[in-house]
């Protein structure tokens, strides 16, 4: 029996785990006591890290289908098949009938950090989807316009904040998003202790909710209307601070008018007092935080409340200072000003819905519409990495449907689920244990600077990829070209440092410096360079005691580089290198918003989600460990609306909307406010052609059946996943 240590990539926490290796397996997981970054903090998720790695349901080698069903093939044939795939509606339709769709996980594994976006480069094709648009590309636009730089996202400063106000966001159960915190409920709980403040604006009365002061319950998608009238306030009370380094304060001050906590009261559900009270205590807190996440992204307002987050933080003096809103300094990522190139949204649109691009991709939900449109650049052939949209974006059964009708598909995934079974060719990821880890999407997002990397803690079978080089391959046959793609990467990265007097290596040899770099593999040697030419880097020797892949490995538990320290202006990244508190594309959207205050409400129920501790999107279901216990999937509604409709507890009730209907078992609680039911996403398993028997047997319903792929934010082509009116009936 042995241990080893691993970062968990099952959320954004980033714990460190101690495992258990027993005869070349992994049998036990528990916190690493030692972790500078989570200090043995651990979930049942991770505890049953050795369930997900010995799954007997994950597929162990790549899966080809044919005429007569699935064959297990070599590494060899499969990536021949996909050559032959790609290469084939290429050919006949050319490179914009390629689609690529990148997934969650690739937020949590090196390969989708530093391979996904170049797979989907490597297509040619402008149809380009992920789970952002189902998530927080709301943030990216806000953060791109106010900021310049679309993954510029200040973070609370947890650890030191006097006051936090969360807004549809609970992390005691999602571990926290876009705020990457190990233990956050401790940290919630630290905040108490010291005499902190924290406030929660839910629906619903979560978990987070519970160790809060005050709990607020807000009717889905009002949001904005809230944050807009704490910045009115905010003015009309004399408590904004104006910046030296902010523009259009005045215009923000001037769209706020209309938006006082009276007249937004009633849209909010929320009293105007408590709005006001809100104002007043963010502008007098020694220090405070807007949080929000994505009960705020995945609504119809969402850019236009992601950009209200900051503009409250900025107001209240609280951005880019310790205990306000931060910016975190990963160790990958380079220190000092960059170029000012600002953030473009809408430099092409998609073809049928004439939706415009935003970071390179288009909204999820109309991927479908470009698979049965007809006509030049259809989509023919897709490239799944990581994902299951069949489950996680709304209309995704008929989605499910049109993936039937591609002349090819496959899908970089360990399991044969809803969205892979309609794959031509499956290719497996080994098990996590048998990866190398570094967290290069979520050091971003830390609330507390720290380095760590997880070698591979078991080896490889002889002639099995892990997921960088199945990545990088399928990048060789999709751009056709045998150049190796992190040669070129490397080449390109040490020419460009040591031509720049700013740069530790400036006037060095760059081929000298590549035969430096460390890591048995072309991604290592990648990770070993931004490192050493990061912000802690060693600089290639230019700065002693520095950062490198080397360093990383003697330090087991990882290195803690230090409290988040103030970082403007060296972050902004707008033409004027200043912060631009009222771009325009976000003050135009201004009048959507004010159309809905003179709408009449809508007086049915409306559908929100809702995570659990023990589920992980659409994926984790197969695990015995985590789906015990009772019925998960289940409609919460509060007692007053299931008297009125006639409803029992665990009854059976008909949830029907604009877009669909499903049958689910009813859960009676006063959890979430009147007029308002909740419903899990991500279950609706036990289809055919799938492989997941535990999955199966807790089958549950889509809640993506019921949401509506048209309905998205306009700016971010973001989905609506909350706020969704549904009828309920009693069967
Ligand atoms: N255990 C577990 N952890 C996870 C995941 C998981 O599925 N399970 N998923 C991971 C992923 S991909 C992500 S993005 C993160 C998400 O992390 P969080 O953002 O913390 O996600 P949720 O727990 O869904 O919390 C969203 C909250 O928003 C509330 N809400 C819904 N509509 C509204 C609204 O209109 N306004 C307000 N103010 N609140 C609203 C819901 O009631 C819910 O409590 O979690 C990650 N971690
Ligand atoms: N109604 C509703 N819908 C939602 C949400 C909601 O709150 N409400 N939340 C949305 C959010 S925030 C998100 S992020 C999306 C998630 O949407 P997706 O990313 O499309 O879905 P997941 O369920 O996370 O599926 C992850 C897939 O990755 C595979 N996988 C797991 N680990 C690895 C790995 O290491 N490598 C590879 N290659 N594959 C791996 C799993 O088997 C699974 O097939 O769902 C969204 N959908
Ligand atoms: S909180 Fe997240 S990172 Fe930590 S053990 Fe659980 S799933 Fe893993
Ligand atoms: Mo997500």
Redesign the pocket.
């Known amino acids: 029996m042995a241990t080893a240590y691993r970062i968990c ?1 099952l959320c954004e926490a980033t714990c460190g785990l101690e495992l258990t290796i027993t005869e070349g397996r992994v049998t036990g997981a528990r916190g690493d006591r030692d972790d500078v970054f989570s200090h043995g903090f651990i979930c049942p998720k991770g505890a049953t890290f050795d369930e997900l790695e010995n799954d007997p349901d994950r597929l162990r080698a790549p899966m080809v289908r044919t005429g007569d069903g699935w064959h297990e093939a070599t590494w060899d044939e499969a990536f021949a098949a996909v050559e032959r795939g790609l290469t084939a509606v290429a050919g006949r339709h050319g490179r914009q009938a390629l689609a690529i ?9 090196l ?2 950090g530093l391979y996904g976006g170049l797979l989907a480069k490597s297509l040619g094709t402008t149809n380009v989807y ?3 648009t ?3 590309m709301p943030k990216h636009v806000s953060s791109g316009l106010l900021f310049g730089d679309a993954l510029a996202i200040p973070v609370p400063d947890l650890d030191r904040t006097s006051y936090l106000l969360v807004l549809g966001a609970n992390p005691v159960d999602s571990g926290g ?1 876009l705020c990457t915190a190990a233990d956050f409920p401790g940290r919630l709980r630290a905040l108490r202790e010291r005499g902190g403040t924290l406030v929660v604006v839910d629906p619903r009365r979560t978990r987070t909710a519970r160790l809060a002061d005050r709990h607020l319950a807000i009717r889905p998608g009002a949001d904005a209307y809230l944050l807009f009238a704490v910045v009115h306030t905010l003015f009309e009370e004399g408590l904004a601070e104006r910046r030296d380094d902010a523009d259009g304060v005045d215009d923000v001050a001037a769209l706020a008018r209309d938006f006082t906590p009276e007249r937004v009261a009633g849209v909010c559900g929320v009293a105007a007092p408590e709005i006001r009270r809100l104002a007043r205590e963010l502008a007098a807190a020694p220090s405070a935080a807007v949080y929000a996440r ?1 009960g705020t992204s ?1 609504a119809a307002f969402g850019t236009l409340t992601s950009w209200l987050v900051d503009v409250v933080n900025v107001l209240t003096g609280n951005l880019d200072r310790p205990g306000g809103a931060m910016f975190p300094l990963a160790p990958h990522r380079p220190a000092g000003a960059r170029s000012r190139r600002g953030f473009r949204l809408g430099r092409w649109h998609s073809r049928v819905g004439k939706l415009p691009e935003v970071l390179g991709e288009l909204p ?1 939900t109309t991927l479908v519409d470009e698979i049965v449109t007809p006509g030049d650049g259809q989509v023919r052939a897709l490239v799944t ?5 069949v ?4 209309g995704g059964d008929r989605l499910g449907e049109a993936l039937g009708t591609l002349e090819f598909m496959v ?5 044969l ?1 809803e ?2 079974r309609h794959a031509h060719v499956v290719l ?2 080994p098990p ?1 244990s048998r ?1 190398p880890h570094y967290d290069l999407a979520l050091s971003d997002l830390a609330v507390h600077n720290t380095a760590r990397y997880s070698p591979p803690v078991l080896p490889l079978p002889d002639g099995v990829p892990d ?1 960088c080089a ?1 990545l990088a391959r399928l990048i060789r046959i999709a751009s056709g070209q045998d150049a190796d793609v992190d040669e070129t990467i490397m080449t390109r990265t040490l020419a460009a440092a040591t031509a720049d007097p700013a740069s530790p290596v400036h006037g060095a040899d760059p081929a000298a410096l590549a035969a430096r770099l460390t890591g048995d593999s072309p991604a290592l040697r990648r990770l070993d360079l931004m490192l050493r030419l990061g912000a802690y880097g060693d600089g290639f020797g230019a700065e002693p005691g520095g950062l490198s892949l080397e360093a990383l490995r003697r330090a087991p538990h990882g290195v803690d580089l230090g409290s988040l320290r103030p970082r403007l202006p060296e972050v902004l990244r707008t033409p004027s290198g200043r912060i631009e508190l009222c771009p325009p594309p976000i003050a135009e959207d201004v009048a959507r918003l004010r159309d809905g205050l003179a709408e009449r409400r809508a007086t049915g129920l409306v559908l929100i ?1 809702r ?1 659990h501790l023990r589920s ?4 984790m279901h197969n695990l015995p460990g985590l789906v015990r216990g009772s019925n998960r999937c289940t409609l919460q509604i509060h007692p007053d609306d299931a008297r009125r409709l006639g409803l029992a507890d665990a009854g059976t009730a008909e949830v029907t909307s604009d877009a669909g209907a499903v049958k689910v078992e009813v859960e009676i609680t006063d959890e979430v406010m009147p007029g308002v039911v909740s ?4 279950w609706g398993h036990g289809r055919p052609g799938t492989r997941g028997s535990v999955a199966a047997a807790h089958a549950g319903v889509s ?2 059946a ?2 509506d792929p048209r309905a998205r934010d306009p700016l971010s082509g973001n ?1 609506v ?2 706020g969704i009116p549904v009828r309920v009936h009693p069967i």
């Open positions: 990539p769709y990148l997934g969650n996980p690739n937020a949590h594994t390969a989708g992920s789970a952002s189902v998530d927080q998003s994505i995945t999820a990495v990581a994902g299951n949209p489950l996680s974006t709304p899908s970089v995934d360990p399991y689920n969205t892979t497996p990821p996590p990866s997921e199945i989600g995570r992980n999107n659409s994926w419903l899990p996403h991500g809640a993506n019921l949401t989905a996943l909350n």
